[in-house]
């Protein structure tokens, strides 16, 4: 079979059969990830070679981008072909260049639309200040959620948002919000330069793509308990993991103080994980939610986050939730198979005995 002559047909293609990614690769078969599972498009499909993925980059990118990926031998940026978005990475490797692409929804949906059914995440994004932290895996949807969360401010309360991503992926009308979206690195040379000059465009709410460095965390924290409210996304499991994280990345002599700017402008942390259902069609959402109270306040401020599994146990009637409640119920409803359930326990022994 012939494969087709150029990426915007890959991608229509990939969009209309609704895969979340397409893998465009020198020396393999055209893939995609559909339903959580990556698989060849065509499995008769000719492998591509470098003249073909090289000519899918030159068509995508300007002579600043090929400069970068020359320099770097790696590139993030957006893509738009109409409507229709993706958030693409070009790297070069052995054989040639690799591209994946994310294919973003032109629709920003709701929680319940997302399938998420969590009211005290929502109650969240009451708050005038404070940090809301969500978390998950590489293509575990955070960005879908934290776009759900900044819709839902933007729809029901009068704030100035400001969007710090790399790239930018779902596109936002001001509705009764006024919101401004900056990418990185074409508006900023990074996040932390771009939070840094934030604080001073008058924001009530700063959403922070990604929290790579000591620097963002450090910004994100000082933003937070400044006045300001701050959704972000940290590559972590689980909440009791994100605190950890966030901690080791600060130098032993300046812990102390984080955990007590932690224990006072934490508002909650929102982990996620995207599992397939059962009946292979789709995908569903797992969830964990560790909402800040005075006891989740008094383990950050004295380092004892190991005691807030059982906190969070005890305290279910305020809205928190462990993964492995959330895997259980999905399990109960046969959503997910037994299989995918134990895989992703964190507490096999608890859960399957």
Known sequence: MDLPDNVQEYLRFAREYGASDLHLTTGARPHWRLNGYLSAIWEEAPIMDLAKTEACVESLITDKQKALLDKDGHLDFSYS???DRYRASVVKHRQGYGLVFRVVSGEIKNLAQLGIDCKALVDLCQYQN????VTGSMGSGKSTTLAALVDYINQNRKEHILTLEDPVEFVFESVQSQINQREIPTHSESFSRALRASL??????IMVG?????????????AAETGHLVIATLHTANAIGTLDRIMDAFPAAQRDQIRVMLAESLRGIFCQQLIPRIDGESLVVAHELLLNNMAVANCIRE??????RGIMQIAKNEGMVLMDETLMNLRTANLISEEEFRARLSDVESYTS
Request: proline fraction near 6%; avoid cysteine.
């Open 200 to 205: 001073r465009e008058d924001p009530d709410v």
């Open 210 to 222: 990604e929290m790579r460095d000591l620097e963002t965390i450090s910004l994100a924290l000082t």
């Open 81 to 83: 072909d109409g409507p």
């Open 130 to 133: 404070g940090i809301i932290l």
């Open 303 to 308: 380092g004892k986050t190991f005691m807030l």
